[in-house]
């Protein structure tokens, strides 16, 4: 059981170290948290799920907005966030569990995200609102996720919460 779960979060941080990757990715590893969810202590799910949000938000700062190919990664990260606010691995605190993760940015990283955050939350609630009108954006991003099949209903609720606290 262990080692299943130190196999996710050796995962997860493999993860952030390709922050940029496909939305598919961030589909895999919610799968594998759900999998050994199963068979974990509270403790161990909480520092999953707080891990996997980690790695999202990394993602909305790995880049700069206004570089090559910028509007692409930010779908990319917008598609990850939804991916991620959709699945079962959202840390029941995600206002502080964000609120966490902020506190820690650097100063720089803290001005990457404040240029990122409006195009990644623009983006993750237009997915929301209407998955097919992000399509052919999300096809150029090379976002592979099936929007339509997944339950997005508490997601804008959620990335609003984010919002209130990103842009404090």
């Known amino acids: 059981m262990m080692r299943k779960i130190w196999g996710l979060l050796a995962g997860c941080l493999l993860l952030a170290g390709c922050a940029g990757a496909p939305a598919a990715s961030t589909a895999e590893t919610a799968a594998a948290t759900t999998e050994t969810a199963a068979t974990a202590t509270p403790e161990q799910v909480a520092a999953v799920k707080t891990q996997r949000l980690t790695v999202v938000l990394n993602g909305c700062i ?64 237009g997915i929301c609102e209407d998955p097919s009108a992000q399509q052919g954006l999300l096809d150029d991003a090379g976002v592979t996720a099936d929007f339509a099949a997944m339950d997005l209903t508490e997601v804008p609720d959620q990335l609003d919460a984010m919002n209130e606290v990103l842009t404090d």
Do not use: H, R
Not at 105 to 117: G, I, K, R, V
């Open 62 to 125: 790995a880049y700069e907005v206004d570089s090559a190919g910028g509007s692409l990664k930010t779908a990319i990260a917008a598609a990850d966030l939804v991916v991620f606010l959709a699945g079962d691995s959202v840390p029941e605190d995600l206002a502080g569990e964000t609120q966490v993760w902020q506190d820690a940015l650097s100063s720089d990283d803290q001005a990457t995200m404040d240029a990122n955050w409006p195009g990644v939350y623009t983006c993750a609630q």
